[in-house]
């Protein structure tokens, strides 16, 4: 079993009401030097060892479902 | 496509709760026949699919994202595809456009609030099987949204394609209250016989009940089936 992590965030340029609010609040704490915070999913699956393909089918999986390419972008992180 | 006593489907997804609302409005708005569908089921022997508001599979990934791979699915975008008329209501459009059935997407409200309240809508663009003889109309609709996830985006090019089009057939009068760019509220795909809103037209079909602005849309649908069977 190994474990490969997908990040899901959304395109530049989308606006995103969760990351301004977030930035707001780091602001309000003091932390000044933040000039933007955008918000994304980890989404970590566990995986047989040694499926072929392994990126090519997590690189569907995200096309087709993980991620709405229409407003978001992924990365994968740790599959062959 | 006939039809007398045309046959108009109303699928229950996991979560849907409009779908009785959605029933009612089919059977006694426009007093066409009612097919009720579990979205397990495959068959789909009908002359329209409505999609339902509600919160299919506790909205988890995304609105709709789940829904949108329900076994029925497969045959509603078959039937989209082939000109079949489809109505999305508030998830039921969440899960057309991720279904690739309608352009866009429809993102968290902009002030991160879920919004249940009234919106003044204008009924624009061409004419769809929901909106016959509707637009451009000299009035407005007082319908109701009740949703986290209706700040409807899409990038520049689609969306001068959609005014273009006369694909842009809801919008919200006086700005929209989540966010939705050019303040839309409603959309049909190029070819206008698949159409999505965020508001619940469904939630306005009886005086007793709050008014009676949603009942264009079903009797829509029924002046629509009369012209195709004559």
């Known amino acids: ?80 | 496509m006939a039809k007398q006593g045309a046959k108009v489907g109303v699928i229950t997804f996991p979560g849907s709760n409009c779908d009785a609302d959605l029933r009612r409005a089919i059977t006694e708005t426009a007093g066409l026949q009612l097919v009720e569908i579990w979205h397990k089921e495959t068959a789909l022997d009908v002359d329209a699919v409505l999609l339902p508001g509600g919160f299919s599979y506790g909205d988890y990934l995304r609105s709709g994202a789940i829904a949108r791979f329900s076994p029925i699915m497969e045959n509603v975008i078959a039937f989209a595809q082939s000109g079949g008329p489809v109505l999305g209501i508030c998830n039921g459009f969440q899960i057309l456009t991720e279904a690739g059935l309608l352009p866009g997407a429809l993102m968290r409200n902009r002030d991160l609030q879920f919004l249940c309240q009234d919106t003044v809508l204008r009924i624009e663009g061409r004419e769809t099987p929901f909106t016959r003889n509707l637009p451009g109309l000299d009035r407005t609709y007082t319908i109701p949204i009740a949703h986290m996830d209706g700040n409807f985006t899409a990038d520049a090019d689609t969306l001068d394609r959609l005014e273009g089009e006369g694909q842009v057939v809801f919008r919200y009068v006086g700005g929209a209250p989540n966010g939705a760019v050019r303040d839309i509220a409603g959309i049909s795909n190029a070819r206008g016989n698949v159409v999505g809103l965020m508001p619940h037209p469904e939630r306005r079909v009886d005086a007793e009940v709050g008014g009676t602005d949603g009942r264009a849309l079903f009797t829509s649908l029924a002046s629509w089936f009369a012209v195709a069977a004559a």
């Open chain 1, 1 to 80: 079993m190994k474990k490969v992590r997908v990040f899901v965030t959304l395109k530049a340029g989308v606006l995103d009401p969760a990351g301004k609010a977030v930035e707001g609040g780091l602001r309000h704490l003091g932390f000044d030097e933040v000039k933007g915070v955008r918000l994304g999913k980890l989404i970590e699956l566990e995986l047989d060892d040694g499926a072929g393909d392994e990126r090519a089918r997590i690189d569907q999986m995200c096309k087709k479902l993980l991620a709405n390419t229409v407003i978001e972008d992924y990365r994968i992180d740790g599959a062959q």
